[in-house]
């Protein structure tokens, strides 16, 4: 993902983006508060995705295509932290059509269901709420941009319920800022100690670092 502004961005498109992101990256909120903040800048958001020039969303699609190289159109893919849709849009563009979508932020939601970017629309929050599907159901999830402090807080439980509804040799397929997958910051300790302790019980591998 991109930290970079649009080179054809505004200064009041860069400074409303700037002002909506500045109220979504604060360590100190409840989460709750958090996603009633997403929810108010709803509206602005694929705005503000591009103004910051995000290549997240596309990458994220490029790389589940490589996946699924053949009969797309089949494909079950559960979207976590989906937002307004933008990661159901780059999916479509490869020829993916069954996309559910699910996001803590029914405000959110609500632009992508009006968008209808999504087959089934869930308000769910990982790590606190089960998934809303049958276990093996889905043949990848994808994930991009999922909140930092949100992703700090997250239990071993949240990636066991992904792992769950996830068919056997599914993927799961996450795109975030380099840092979130590396050792550089110490306070995504326990999200990295989630991930190897659940690698080395056999509940899944780890396939590719890009």
């Not at 590396?182 to 326990?190: G, R, W």
């Amino acid at each position: 993902m991109s930290r970079e502004f649009s080179t054809d961005a505004t200064e009041e498109q860069k400074a409303v983006a700037c002002h909506h992101w500045s109220k979504t990256v604060d360590d100190n909120l409840d989460n709750q508060t958090l996603y009633d903040r997403y929810s108010e800048g709803a509206k602005a958001y694929d705005e503000v995705v591009t103004v910051f020039n995000s290549q997240g969303q596309k990458e994220l699609a490029k790389t589940t295509a490589e996946r699924f190289p053949r009969n797309r159109e089949n494909v079950r893919i559960l979207d976590i932290a989906g937002g307004t849709g933008k990661c159901s849009v780059e999916l479509r563009k490869h020829g993916f059509r069954k996309i559910d979508g699910t996001d803590a932020s029914e405000g959110m939601l609500n632009v992508a269901r009006e968008k209808g970017r999504y087959d089934r629309y869930t308000v769910g929050e990982l790590g606190v709420d089960a998934l809303d599907a049958a276990t093996d159901t889905y043949d990848a999830i994808t994930i991009c941009g999922l909140n930092v402090p949100v992703l700090k807080k997250l239990p071993i439980e949240a990636y066991e319920e992904m792992i769950r509804v996830v068919k056997k040799g599914g993927y799961i397929i996450w795109a975030s800022f380099d840092n979130v997958f590396t050792d550089d910051d110490p306070e995504l300790a326990d999200r990295r100690k989630h991930v190897r302790t659940l690698e080395a019980q056999g509940k899944w591998k780890h396939v590719e670092l890009r």
